[in-house]
């Protein structure tokens, strides 16, 4: 039987699997943004299980990198949440590690989200403030065409 999984127990769920503060910062990071385009988009009523989604987008990555988006599934599963929650999650890695085909808006939202919040992640902690407060569209644009910044996968 699946239960709808609040925001206090995703963050338990997140925070038994990942350590790394860059990933749960990362996870932090798209949650808001998904929250963010639920309301943009016009899903409001549906914030709450977009920023869960994002928030739990990598759940797996830290300890099972080679199966991202794979193992995810059955931890999800084990831990009760509806197959829409875990279709959702899953469908980010589409083309990587998985044949789950974002579908819905908001699974193709978090496939854009989770890689532009890391690209721009990754580039505000290379400069000297370590923010993205100062940070800005030119210094992204120019990092990402360095071949050495995006040969990291």
């Not at 609040?6 to 798209?30: D, I, Y």
């Not at 928030?55 to 831990?79: N, S, T």
């Amino acid at each position: 039987m699946s239960k709808k999984i609040t925001r206090e127990a995703a963050w338990e769920l997140l925070c038994q699997w990942n350590k790394e503060p860059f990933h749960l910062r990362h996870a932090v990071t798209v949650e808001g943004v998904m929250r963010y385009f639920a309301k943009e988009l016009g899903y409001t009523d549906e914030e709450d299980f977009w920023g869960i989604v994002g928030l739990l987008h990598d759940l797996d990555f830290e300890k099972y990198p080679d199966a991202h988006c794979v193992k995810v599934q059955e931890i999800l599963r084990d831990f009760g949440a509806d197959e829409r929650l875990i279709h959702a999650v899953a469908s980010h890695g589409y083309g990587l590690t998985v044949d789950i085909q974002p579908e819905h808006e908001m699974e193709k939202v978090l496939y854009a989200v989770d890689e532009l919040t890391g690209l721009i992640g990754a580039v505000a902690i290379m400069r000297p403030s370590k923010s993205v407060s100062d940070l800005e569209l030119k210094s992204v644009k120019k990092k990402y065409k360095t071949a050495n910044f995006t040969d990291v996968r």
